[in-house]
């Protein structure tokens, strides 16, 4: 979060530069972040303490930094003039995090692939060292007709709609594994639908167009709300329950309206 905020307050609008070291921050914490990410569960399986909060804690924490990490990307690659590219991308992000979740809650265990969350870290690490070391408008550079940014951000969305379909389909598949009740597979998909909706509907119907004059703040409002929706799927995965179809954390979205 600190090394987040320390890049997104310099870049408000997503198009601006920020100093050197706030993308070197970006890159030592998430890799600080990253690495007590991976060790916290066996940690805490080798001395007897994990619990269901702690499951919760963690993935909770997870879905948070995922959106920031997401906006920071956002940010480096400087896209905010392109309203739908950048929320475009962060919301297949998004629900690349929740489908994930989605699978576990079908299928009983959290599964990750050979291509998944570690290597888009390293990935978002690599950008922001190289945005430190040689500028952010390196990536703005030519490169077969188009700037080097919008030809990573292609790779990273075909990485991420990958993963996400074969997490859909997988949640599919395993509907009928008996961990959650019969038809109850597909209530997830609900909530995170009208979210989706929602985050449409502002971006072509708000009043002032939030997306172009503050991406960072509607980003930001998305992230919390993904955020809010995974904590309650995992929640309803610990517990074998079903999830609420409503859920009012969509509501600031539609204020915005």
Known sequence: VA???ALLYYTPKMTETA???????VAVT?????????????????????????ELFDHGCDAL????????????????DDTVALFGSM??????????????????TLEFGLLDVTEAQLSMMAMQLVAAYYG??????????????????LAINSMAVFVLVNNCAQAFLKRNAGHCKPGGWVTPAIPYAVLLACTGGVLLLSPGNIGASDPLLLGL?????SAQLASRLVVAHMSKTPMDVFDLSVAPLLAVL
């Open 3 to 5: 090394g987040s905020g």
């Open 19 to 25: 100093p050197w070291w706030s993308y070197v921050a």
């Open 30 to 54: 998430l890799f600080v972040y990253q690495s007590l990410d991976a060790i916290d569960g066996k940690q805490a399986r080798r001395t007897n303490s994990s619990s269901p909060l702690g």
């Open 65 to 80: 930094s995922g959106a920031l990490l997401l906006l920071t990307t956002m940010s480096v690659l400087r896209i905010g």
């Open 91 to 108: 919301l297949i992000g998004l629900a690349v995090f929740y489908s994930a979740h989605w699978r576990a809650y079908t299928g009983g």
């Open 136 to 153: 952010p408008e390196v990536l703005a550079t030519p490169l077969l007709g188009y700037p080097i940014s919008y030809l990573v951000l």
């Open 221 to 225: 409002l998305v992230g919390c709300v």
